[in-house]
């Protein structure tokens, strides 16, 4: 009964490959996001998706492209995978409750991407 | 760009003492948030505090916030070994919809048994 959970935990790939990072939650939120943790622990927002909308895109490549079949899933899929892109992908849901209110945010467990 | 800046960077405390980070920001928040990620795990909220709050308390958490000083301030009391762990503060930019979080660099905690 995982409320946040990401597949796979770990991903090693080659450069120049694409690949896909799917992400589910049970908790009934309606916005889920896309964190990067690098090296140093550095955490930075992606994306985030309300209702299937793109709210927010950060000066991310537009090699990664997040994809939302439904409410319950935001699932991030990377073109072109580059040495930099290695890092810890987290995904998060909240629930929206307003327009100046922004909830706590529950995060999966991670996904280590190792690019070589 | 980067929104918050804990300190200290690294903490290391006996357990049963009280261990103290801070956190300070650069921009109008509409809440701050304290996480806590242990080796190799996603973050767990802990603690959520609006900009309106000065104080708020989770049993042994105490979270103080000071806008004017844009700065925050998490305590633990009576720490734990289980407490090792890096600890986040996180902002919420006003402005409505939803937000992602701003996060600082963190303090890894380490108690000592």
């Known amino acids: 009964d995982t409320a946040v959970s990401q597949t796979p935990k770990y991903l090693v790939t080659q450069m120049g490959n694409d690949k896909s990072i799917k992400c589910e939650q049970n908790?009934?939120?309606?916005?889920m996001y896309w964190y990067k943790q690098d090296s140093k622990k550095f955490l930075k927002i992606m994306f985030s998706y309300n209702n299937k909308e793109l709210i927010i895109n950060e000066t991310v490549p537009n090699r990664f492209s997040p994809k939302s079949p439904d409410k319950a899933h935001l699932n991030l899929h990377i073109n072109s995978l580059e040495l930099g892109d290695s890092a810890v992908y987290f995904c998060?849901?909240?629930?929206?409750?307003?327009?100046?209110?922004?909830?706590?945010?529950?995060f999966g467990p991670g996904t280590r991407l190792t690019v070589t | 760009s980067q929104q918050g800046e804990e300190d200290p960077q690294a903490l290391s405390i006996q357990e049963g003492e009280n261990a103290t980070m801070n956190c300070s920001y650069k921009?109008?928040?509409?809440?701050l948030q304290w996480y806590r990620q242990n080796s190799g795990r996603g973050l767990v909220h802990l603690i959520l505090?609006?900009?309106?709050?000065r104080e708020k308390h989770s049993g042994r958490l105490r979270v103080t916030l000071d806008t004017s000083k844009k700065s925050s301030s998490l305590l633990i009391t009576a720490s734990r070994a289980a407490d090792t762990a890096s600890y986040f503060c996180a902002t919420s930019r006003s402005g409505g919809g939803a937000d992602g979080l701003t996060f600082g660099k963190g303090t890894h905690l380490i108690i000592q048994p």
């Open positions: 505090i609006r900009s309106n709050e």
């Open positions: 908790l009934g939120h309606d916005t």
């Open positions: 921009t109008s928040i509409n809440n």
């Open positions: 998060a849901s909240s629930r929206l409750s307003g327009r100046m209110t922004s909830y706590e945010q529950y």
